[in-house]
Nanobody
């Protein structure tokens, strides 16, 4: 069993930066692939970034490529999302997720565990 708790979301101006954190409990975190997704009302949950179990392989949605960086610290059981050059369209609730599959997974349905979400609001 893995529990995930996100933090770091807040109101920020366009062009600013934020770092989201996702603290994981459970001894199997090191073996899990992890991802960040986001959701806005009226839209489906959207893949943002993913990382494999080791932290060495990553993948990003085209909309955030070059601006966001996902990282996984297995020693600290923590997943991060560094977000730079934020835009108003990045406004959403951001969720971290874990999958026992270990690889970089882009589909939400393949994730076993989800956090409660953290709100990111980017003002123009």
């Amino acid at each position: 069993q893995v529990q995930l708790v996100e933090s770091g979301g807040r109101l920020v101006q366009a062009g600013g930066s934020l770092r989201l954190s996702c603290a994981a409990s459970g001894r199997t975190f090191n073996n899990y692939g992890m991802g960040w997704f986001r959701h806005t009302p009226g839209k489906e949950r959207e893949f943002v970034a993913g990382v494999n179990w080791s932290g060495l392989i990553t993948n990003y949605a085209d909309s955030v490529k070059g601006r966001f960086t996902i990282s996984k610290d297995n020693a600290k059981n923590t997943l991060y999302l560094q977000m730079n050059s934020l835009k108003p369209e990045d406004t959403a609730v951001y969720y971290c997720a874990g999958t026992s599959r270990g690889g970089v997974i882009l589909t939400a349905g393949s994730y076993n565990y989800w956090g409660q979400g953290t709100q990111v609001t980017v003002s123009s």
